[in-house]
């Protein structure tokens, strides 16, 4: 069964810490990303990764930064947390794209985080 | 880049009533139409998948229809359950080039009354 974990379910930190959100895939995806969800405006890319060591913005990238070290493994960072990204976040993970054919994203349970 | 209108936002049915769900799109080069469905607690997983050589699929009580000449693609799920009730989200690809970035619409909040 193919797998994408994210360290915490559910996370409270307070203004201005730095906070680390930790995704892990089991499927060996070259593909990793991760996203905001909020009431009514869907799913937004923050931050997308196509191989260890590389990444692109996604539509929000303000506020936050990623890191890949490890193919497995993909993190979200918020430098200096803020109230406004209060917020559930979701990781996924696909196959690359390759000669024109997409593939399906796995995603992760989500993290809701609060920022008091 | 690509642009995804997803359409209701709520769709509230009765047990055993069909749903439909609709999205339009913006890039021509768009291939893969995938649909998502959210439960609550849980991430989005995928449901079905259409890609552009083909104008519909089916899978036991859900199908996807796809228009390329209008963009517009719908998900249709028939002889709904209790158990349908959920959000559930539309994408087609982003752009064009070598990564498939999936530009997902709004969602749909699926209410199936028993």
């Known amino acids: 069964d193919v797998k994408v974990t994210q360290s915490s379910r559910y996370l409270v930190k307070r203004t201005g810490e730095k906070v680390f959100l930790e995704c892990v895939q089991d499927?060996?995806?070259?593909?990793m990303f991760w996203y905001r969800q909020d009431p009514g405006l869907g799913l937004r890319l923050i931050y997308f990764?196509?191989?260890?060591?590389?990444?692109e913005k996604g539509d929000i990238p303000e506020g936050y930064s990623v890191s890949r070290e490890k193919k497995e493994r993909f993190s979200l960072i918020l430098e200096s947390a803020s109230t406004n990204q209060t917020s559930m976040y979701l990781c996924?993970?696909?196959?690359?794209?390759?000669?024109?054919?997409?593939?399906?994203?796995?995603f992760g349970p989500g993290t809701r985080l609060t920022v008091t | 880049g690509e642009n995804v209108e997803q359409h209701p936002s709520t769709l509230s049915v009765q047990e055993g009533d069909s749903a439909v769900i609709k999205c339009t799109y913006s890039?021509?080069?768009?291939?893969?139409f995938p649909w998502y469905k959210q439960e609550l607690g849980k991430g989005p997983q995928l449901i079905i998948d259409i890609r552009s050589n083909v104008g519909e699929k089916k899978d036991q009580r859900i199908a996807v229809t796809l228009n390329k000449t209008a963009k517009h693609f719908s998900l249709h799920i028939t002889e709904t359950q209790p158990e349908d009730s959920a959000v559930y989200f539309c994408a087609a690809k982003r752009g064009s080039g070598g990564s498939y970035i999936p530009t997902f619409g709004r969602g749909t909040s699926l209410i199936v009354h028993p």
């Open positions: 990764s196509y191989d260890v060591k590389m990444k």
């Open positions: 996924a993970s696909s196959l690359p794209f390759r000669q024109g054919i997409a593939y399906e994203q796995y």
């Open positions: 499927m060996d995806h070259e593909n």
């Open positions: 890039d021509s080069a768009s291939n893969y």
